[in-house]
Nanobody, 123 residues
């Protein structure tokens, strides 16, 4: 009964920006930590960013630190990933996921996933 729907992906040139959105159904949204992961063809899924239920705590993969920002809007039950200074190596399918309360960086810790949205960064 949990549904996560990502949107906002697309094609962008290196150095550009995109903002991904993940709308969550089911309640209560406010007790879930949310995460973003990505997976490129032939590669393993990797952690990108996560945010605590309150939004007070965030965590980023080293590869995106300083470029990406995760945020959430409890009123809209939506989590966002603002991606700036995009690089070709950011090209992947981006997934949002959720788990109760506590931030985690391992995909196995999340049990609810969206279908993903494609981000392609050209050089």
């Amino acid at each position: 009964q949990v549904q996560l729907v990502e949107s906002g992906g697309g094609l962008v040139q290196a150095g550009g920006s995109l903002r991904l959105s993940c709308a969550a159904s089911g309640r209560p949204f406010s007790v879930y930590a949310m995460g973003w992961f990505r997976q490129a063809p032939g590669k393993e899924r990797e952690f990108v960013a996560a945010i605590a239920p309150s939004g007070a705590n965030t965590y980023y993969a080293e590869s995106v630190k300083g470029r990406f920002t995760i945020s959430r809007d409890s009123a809209k039950s939506t989590v966002y990933l603002q991606m700036n200074s995009l690089k070709p190596e950011d090209t992947a399918v981006y997934y949002c996921a959720r788990r109760p309360w506590v931030i985690a960086t391992a995909s196995a810790e999340y049990d609810s996933w969206g279908q993903g949205t494609q981000v392609t960064v050209s050089s």
